[in-house]
Nanobody, 119 residues
Framework: QVQLVESGGGLVQAGGSLRISCAAS????????MAWFRQAPGKQRELVAD????KYADSVKGRFTISRDSAKNTMYLQMNELKPEDTAVYYC????????????????WGQGTQVTVSL
């Protein structure tokens, strides 16, 4: 099995910065894709940033930076110039192959970490 654990969320004032992390563990042969999503109350889950394509949501371009430490199976999201509208639960997603024989990986989700930006 594969586990994704997010950490680093919290309460921050508008204009501040926060870095959240996602650590993957378990039976991992390869991590083929990783991305950050977020879901605000009453809204659909949306893609924030994708590590492979370096694609960012328009609302976070220039403020957020996604990165990955492959040796640690860990992904990060550096969030700067935070705004109240960034308030959401942030989820980590990874596509993981657990065996060398797997033709394609399976999608896994973390439990989410709350980010709250106050005025």
């Amino acid at each position: 099995q594969v586990q994704l654990v997010e950490s680093g969320g919290g309460l921050v004032q508008a204009g501040g910065s926060l870095r959240i992390s996602c650590a993957a563990s378990g039976s991992i042969f390869s991590i083929d894709a990783m991305a950050w999503f977020r879901q605000a109350p009453g809204k659909q889950r949306e893609l924030v940033a994708d590590i492979n394509s370096a694609k960012y949501a328009d609302s976070v371009k220039g403020r957020f930076t996604i990165s990955r430490d492959s040796a640690k199976n860990t992904m990060y999201l550096q969030m700067n110039e935070l705004k109240p509208e960034d308030t959401a639960v942030y989820y980590c997603n990874a596509v993981v192959r657990t065996r060398i024989s797997d033709l394609r990986g399976l999608s896994y989700w973390g439990q989410g970490t709350q980010v709250t930006v106050s005025l």
